[in-house]
Structure formats: C-alpha cells, structure tokens
C-alpha cells in the first residue's frame, strides 16, 4: 500500500524515538512492500521557535492530508512561563480537537522479562492486560478559561453526543477482548460524571449486553489499580483523569518509556500515534531516552491507520523480543551500561 506519514517530532526527546519509529516503519515497508512517504512538521515549542505558533497552518494542513501522524511530544522548561500566551501543549491539543481525535486508546501491558522494573509486586503484574481509552477533545483541557490577578477557573463540559461516542468505542473494543468495561467517574461530586455515568447505564445493557460493566470512582480506580491491576480489561474515562490514570497505569509496566498511544476519530483513516511520555528535557539531546513506546505506538499506527494487523503484530512481536533479549535502556535497566536509544532500536530492526 501507499500511505503518507506525517512525522511530528516536536521537543525534546521527541526527535530522538520518532526516528527510531520511522526506521522501524521503513523496515516493515522494506518486508511487507508497502510504500511509506515521510514528511516532517514542526509542533510545539520548536514550532513556537520558528513562527509563534504552537500548530502552525502547514503542519495542519499535513497532518489532514496525511493518512496518519506519527507524534513525539511537546513541551519543555523554555515554554514553561505561566506567563506565556502560548505554550506547546496548545499545539497538541488543537491538533487532537482539529481532527476530531475523540479516543485515546493507552494499552498497559507489562513485559514479564521487566517485571522488576516496575515498583509493584511482580506477582500482582502478571497476566496484567488493560486498555485505557480516554476521552480526548472534551472536559476541563477544552473548556473556557479565565484567570485575573486573583482568580481562575476551568470549565468542565461534556455532551451526552461527546460521552455515548467514547463509551461506544471503549465497549466495542471490549468486546474483542475480555469484555469487561470500568467507567469511571467522580459522579459523587461532578455533574459531568454523573451525564457520564447515566450516559453508559443507558447505552451498555441495550447495545453491549455481552459486555459486563461497572462503575468505579477515579480516586477508588487510582487505588484498585496498582491494588488488583489484574481485574481491569477496557477502563474508559474521561479526559483529565484518564491523563492521570494512564501516567500512573504506567508504573505498572515498569516505565513510561513503554506506553504507546493511539488517538482516533470516528473514521477509519487519520488518526495521531504518540507515546504517553513527554519531552523529557532533563535527559533530551542524550540519546538514552527509550525508544519503546514510540516504535510500538508505530504499531498502533499501522493497526488503526493504515489497517495493517500483520505488520503491526510483526513491530509489536520485534519489541517483545528486543525486550525479552535484554535490550533495556536506562529507565527500565538495572545493568551498569544501560543500552541507548539507538541500540535499543536496532535490536528491534533485528528482530525484524
Ligand atoms: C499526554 C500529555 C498531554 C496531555 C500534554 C502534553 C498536553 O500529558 O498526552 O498525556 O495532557 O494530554
Ligand atoms: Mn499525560
């Protein structure tokens, strides 16, 4: 096949492990004959350097023709000012809100040879399968702001059109799996929550009746989930808290380095492919950052985009044996000499 990929590396060690994704893409096109077309964009702080603006028209405009973008991550101490009119992470977002990406699907799978890198007890992880889909263009991040000198708030809205969409696509990915649904909420507190939660009790029993569901209070879910990780199969949630419950769900595979994501809209082509880390500026520049989560949301890509499962498993089934032959960067090594972000890739190329 033909596809064109956009390739948006943004800060930090964002150029670093998008590289590596790129030649892991470029090898699967090599093997399976497929004609991969790369065209680079700024986003973020870089393209906040070179124009002023966080997502500027050209990068858009090739992220919309593009059949799927490829994403690093934005961000960094330079742009950090809360003084700052602009910032990188409005470039993500309006990217996200731009091309309709509603779900963010985050898959938390620990590898049984990196156990030990996770702080959890290795035998709370095994056999720990979860996929968190978190609701993407809604909720505090795109609701109005205001802040004067002495106050400020978020606005937190959500649509029932905005909860069914997301809660559809969460249960309809369970029902491939274990078909199990966690929504959770804070509908003891929140309004929105409680449209959420009268939204799923609606939509689950008359649509998904082969999909068992239950709901779960977010500061309960923190908890179960590092508790009984075991016990969750499709968890969807809202925006904020699935940001929150992701970074922590990471914990459990041992490393944020190994998180790859996927943000879909409703229709089958487009889509943005990043790792859940972000631009990590205290190790940026250093070739040590891990290249994992980047190549496996390639994986994605290939999976969701371009609608390629046999090439996605082979990236995917090439990371699991990288790992499994010891080819660990610094943040999931305990060996003296960590491999860097290049060996670490050309271990998956090999075993390509
Ligand atoms: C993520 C990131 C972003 C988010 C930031 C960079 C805006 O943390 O993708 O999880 O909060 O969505
Ligand atoms: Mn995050």
Same mark, same amino acid.
């Given at each position: ?5 956009? +390739?948006?590396? $943004?800060?930090?060690?964002? &150029?670093? +492990?998008?590289?590596? &994704? ?16 790369? *065209? ?22 090739? /992220? ?68 968190? +889909?978190? *609701? ?9 702001? %205001?802040? %004067? ?9 959500? =649509? ?10 969460? /249960? ?27 939204? +799923? ?29 075991? #016990?969750?199969?499709?968890?969807? @949630?809202?925006?904020?808290? $699935?940001?929150?419950?992701? #970074?922590? /769900? ?17 229709? @089958?082509?487009? $889509? ?5 880390? $972000?631009? /990590? ?51 999931? =090594? ?15 190329? @090999?075993?390509?």
């Amino acid at each position: 096949m033909d596809a064109l990929i956009a +390739v948006l590396a $943004g800060d930090g060690i964002g &150029a670093e +492990v998008t590289a590596e &994704a790129v030649r892991a893409l470029e090898k699967i096109g090599l093997r399976f004959a497929h004609r991969f077309v790369f *065209e680079s964009a700024l986003v973020g702080g870089a393209a906040i350097d070179a124009s002023g603006d966080p997502l500027p028209p050209a990068t858009l405009s090739l /992220a919309r023709r593009a059949d799927a973008v490829l994403l690093g991550a934005v961000g960094g101490p330079k742009w950090s000012d809360p003084h700052a009119s602009v910032r990188p992470e409005q470039g993500l977002l309006k990217l996200r809100k731009e091309l309709g990406l509603f779900a963010n699907l985050r898959p938390v799978v620990p590898h049984p040879a990196v156990l030990e890198a996770s702080p959890i007890k290795s035998e709370l992880l095994r056999g720990v399968d979860i996929m968190v +889909v978190r *609701e993407l263009t809604g909720g505090l991040y795109f609701g109005k702001k %205001t802040r %004067t000198a002495t106050g400020a708030s978020d606005l937190c809205e959500y =649509s029932v059109t905005e909860i069914e969409r997301v809660v559809r696509l969460a /249960a309809g990915l369970a029902r491939g799996r274990r078909k199990k649904l966690t929504s959770v909420d804070k509908a003891n507190v929140l309004e929105t929550s409680r449209l959420w939660r009268m939204t +799923v009790d609606r939509i689950m029993p008359g649509e998904f009746p082969d999909v068992t569901f239950e709901h779960m209070l977010v500061d309960s879910a923190a908890m179960h989930l590092l508790h009984r990780p075991r #016990d969750f199969d499709v968890i969807v @949630t809202e925006n904020m808290f $699935g940001d929150i419950l992701t #970074d922590e /769900a990471s914990v459990l595979a041992g490393s944020l380095g190994l998180l790859p994501s996927a943000s879909l809209g409703g229709g @089958t082509r487009g $889509g943005v492919f990043e790792p859940i880390h $972000g631009s /990590a500026p205290d190790i940026a520049g250093r070739g040590i950052a891990n290249p994992y989560a980047a190549i496996l949301s390639a994986a994605m890509l290939l999976r969701y985009s371009l609608r390629l499962e046999t090439e996605a498993k082979a990236v995917e089934k090439a990371v699991h044996q990288a790992i499994a032959s010891g080819a660990l960067t610094a943040d999931i =090594s305990a060996a003296a000499k960590p491999l860097t972000t290049r060996a670490a890739a050309d271990a998956v190329l @090999t075993a390509l």
